[in-house]
C-alpha cells in the first residue's frame, strides 16, 4: 500500500506561487497516476490536476490551466504540483491521493490512500 504525505503550502499573497510535494512511501508508487485535490472550508474535495503513472498523461481543472503545473519524479517517489499566480479562491487545504483506475479521474471517490493535506492560504 502506497503512503502519501504533503507539504510545501503557506501563507502567500495574490500574484505569489508556492509548490507542493506529496512524497510516497511503498514500492509500488510509480505505477500509480497520483492528483491533486483541494478542500475549502464548508465544500468537497475539488480536482485540481492528475499525472499519469509515466508523467506523460495529464489532466487540469480549468481553474488551475495555465497556472498549475503537475508533475512527478519516480526516482524520488515524488509529485510536485507547481503553482503560479495564485488567488486568494486558491485557498484551501490540498491533498494528494493515488487513482484507483474505478472511476472519473475528476472525482475524489477514484482515489485512495489520501494524504494529511496541506494548508494553501492567499491573502488578497
Known amino acids: 500500500q502506497v503512503q502519501l504525505v504533503e507539504s510545501g503550502g503557506g501563507l502567500v499573497q495574490a500574484g505569489g506561487s508556492l509548490r507542493l510535494s506529496c512524497a510516497a512511501t511503498?514500492?509500488?508508487?510509480?505505477?500509480?497516476?497520483v492528483g491533486w485535490f483541494r478542500q475549502a472550508p464548508g465544500t468537497e474535495r475539488q480536482f485540481i490536476a492528475r499525472?499519469?503513472?509515466?508523467?506523460?498523461?495529464?489532466y487540469y481543472a480549468d481553474s488551475g490551466k495555465g497556472r498549475f503545473t503537475i508533475s512527478r519524479d519516480n526516482a524520488k517517489n515524488t509529485v510536485y504540483l507547481q503553482m503560479n499566480g495564485l488567488k486568494p479562491t486558491d485557498t484551501g487545504v490540498y491533498y494528494c491521493?493515488?487513482?484507483?483506475?474505478?472511476?472519473?479521474?475528476?472525482?475524489?471517490?477514484?482515489?485512495?490512500?489520501w494524504g494529511q493535506g496541506t494548508q494553501v492560504t492567499v491573502s488578497s
Open positions: 491521493a493515488a487513482y484507483t483506475g474505478g472511476g472519473a479521474y475528476y472525482l475524489a471517490g477514484s482515489y485512495d490512500c
Open positions: 499525472i499519469g503513472w509515466s508523467g506523460v498523461s495529464l
Open positions: 511503498g514500492r509500488t508508487f510509480n505505477t500509480y497516476a
